[in-house]
Nanobody, 129 residues
Framework: QVQLVESGGGSVQAGGSLRLSCAVF????????IGWFRQASGKEREGVAT????????YYADSVKGRFTISQDNAKNTLYLQLDSLKPEDTAMYYC??????????????????????WGQGTQVTVSS
């Protein structure tokens, strides 16, 4: 059974950095999509960044482009989201999700929540001004 476990959230001041991790358990194949999403209080969940692990193809939402970086460590079966130059509006619960067979993120379609079958429990990021 596939399980995703996020970690690395916390509270930082504006301009600070965090690195979120998404450990993938129960699936060891190399070609799949991982999406990072976030949900602020009272708002809908939105896509932030995606990566196709087979070739490292990445996409970013305009709101985080140049500040967030998605990456992978195949040896550890773990994906990362580096958050730099954080702003108060980045405050949200951050989730990682896995699309194991559609490959939607390859063509830039990875920001649609319905493309993903497996979700982690989330990790909270709070940015104070």
């Amino acid at each position: 059974q596939v399980q995703l476990v996020e970690s690395g959230g916390g509270s930082v001041q504006a301009g600070g950095s965090l690195r979120l991790s998404c450990a993938v358990f129960g699936y060891t194949y190399s070609n799949y999509c991982i999406g990072w999403f976030r949900q602020a209080s009272g708002k809908e969940r939105e896509g932030v960044a995606t990566i196709y692990t087979g070739g490292g193809i990445t996409y970013y939402a305009d709101s985080v482009k140049g500040r967030f970086t998605i990456s992978q460590d195949n040896a550890k079966n773990t994906l990362y989201l580096q958050l730099d130059s954080l702003k108060p509006e980045d405050t949200a619960m951050y989730y990682c999700a896995a699309d194991l067979w559609r490959g939607a993120c390859v063509n830039g379609l990875g920001f649609f929540r319905n493309k993903y079958d497996h979700w982690g429990q989330g990790t909270q990021v709070t940015v104070s001004s």
